[in-house]
């Protein structure tokens, strides 16, 4: 059974940094594609970024409003993935989620997981 | 980036309606590759309290134990979603999602289907 499990999130003021982190397993985490998918309140979905499976290099793109603010990476060895938040923002306040599409190496999702709250406020 | 938008915002619904969500991009989200197109665009269906669930990736491939009633078309710059004979669980959120991150990776805004 795939399991995707979010921990980090927090209370952080405007400016601060934070790490969330993914714990993934019931599947081969090297190879596949992993998302951070954020949701604030009341809102859609909004794609944060992507890390790429190794098969692809690793690499990672970024949603506008948080490149060059936040970093995914990824420890294979571990199966985890990792979300650096920096420069917070008010508008950065969302549930973070950890997405895959497994071995599809396509950014639409067929898992997530639970969510952690990052709340940025003063 | 690629904006997404969808109608309606809301639509009102019986059990057994057919219904029809539009997802129109900003530009082209379709790519032809040797001779066939592929369009990156999926549909997800939301319920309060739970992550969205995948409904159909590429415009119209449909999940692997997604009911038949649910069906994607489009391609270039306008999608949508129909729900034939419409259940009491397919009350939900539905948003579509255009994933061609070299065009930048987006979510529409939504569209509520209630009773």
């Known amino acids: 059974e795939v399991q995707l499990m979010e921990s980090g999130g927090g209370l952080v003021k405007p400016g601060g940094s934070l790490r969330l982190s993914c714990s993934a397993s019931?599947?081969?985490?090297?190879?596949?594609?992993m998302s951070w998918v954020r949701q604030a309140p009341g809102k859609g979905p909004e794609w944060v970024g992507r890390?790429?499976?190794?098969?692809?290099?690793?690499?990672?793109d970024y949603a506008p409003p948080v490149k060059g603010r936040f970093i995914i990476s990824r420890e294979d060895s571990e199966s985890k993935l990792f979300l650096h938040l920096n420069s917070l923002k008010t508008d950065d306040t969302a549930i973070y989620y950890c997405?895959?599409?497994?071995?599809?190496?396509?950014?639409?999702?067929?898992?997530w997981g639970h969510g952690t709250l990052v709340t940025v406020s003063s | 980036d690629i904006q997404l938008t969808q109608s309606p915002s809301t639509l009102s619904a019986s059990v057994g309606d057919t219904v029809t969500i539009t997802c129109r991009a900003s530009q082209s989200i379709s790519i032809r590759a040797s001779e066939s197109t592929i369009t990156w665009l999926a549909w997800y269906q939301r319920k309060p309290g739970k992550a969205p669930k995948l409904l159909i990736y590429r415009a119209s491939t449909l999940d692997g134990g997604v009911p038949s009633r649910f069906s994607g078309s489009g391609s270039g710059t306008e999608f949508t979603l129909t729900i034939s004979s419409l259940q009491p669980d397919d009350f939900a959120t539905y948003y579509c999602q255009q994933y061609n991150s070299v065009l930048g990776v987006t979510f529409g805004p939504g569209t509520k289907v209630d009773i």
């Open positions: 997405a895959t599409a497994l071995d599809w190496r396509e950014d639409f999702v067929t898992h």
């Open positions: 019931g599947f081969i985490f090297a190879k596949a594609w």
């Open positions: 890390v790429k499976g190794n098969l692809d290099g690793g690499a990672t």
